[in-house]
């Protein structure tokens, strides 16, 4: 296995998850529109929710696009590695607001699995990535964004 690559990989992918929360941090309210509108499914709740908005889709986009460089990736390529990041994201919403789970909640492995997989899985070819590489990534990165999570609870927990 090759750490350097590994740790590309895992970079990549925070790169691309937390784009829209930083993005989100700095401009609060403005230009926050959701992705789906408001719209309500015949389930009764809505198919992606609030949190899920035209500028952090794009802000990861442009940001993965603008860094691709650096990860011996095309401009092409690290837009798609956004996207496909960001289509994995907008799944596990998708499946939460299924559940009758609210916006912002939590759930592990679903949270984490379709926003690393897709990306590597799609843009193994282009990231040189093999099997092993893939998923001791998924598994760094799931780690991270656990312990990240529980940490932002924490602080809000305080905080409040």
Do not use: Y
């Amino acid at each position: 296995m090759r750490l350097w690559l590994l740790s590309e990989l895992v970079l990549l992918l925070v790169i691309a998850n937390a784009t829209p929360v930083i993005i989100s941090l700095l401009l609060g309210e403005r230009w926050k529109q959701s992705l789906d509108r408001g719209r309500v499914l015949s389930d009764g709740h809505p198919l992606l929710g609030n949190s899920k908005t035209v500028r952090g889709l794009f802000g990861s986009i442009a940001i993965c696009t603008l860094l691709a460089p650096l990860f011996n990736l095309s401009l092409l390529q690290g837009a798609g590695f956004g996207a496909l990041a960001m289509l994995g994201d907008l799944v596990s919403s998708f499946c939460k607001r299924r559940l009758g789970l609210r916006s912002g909640h939590s759930v592990p492995l679903l949270d984490q699995i379709p926003e690393t997989l897709l990306p590597l899985r799609v843009m193994q070819p282009a990231l040189g990535a093999g099997a092993m590489e893939i998923a001791a990534a998924i598994a760094a990165f799931t780690a991270i964004d656990l312990l990240f999570t529980r940490l932002l609870r924490r602080c809000h927990a305080h905080s409040s």
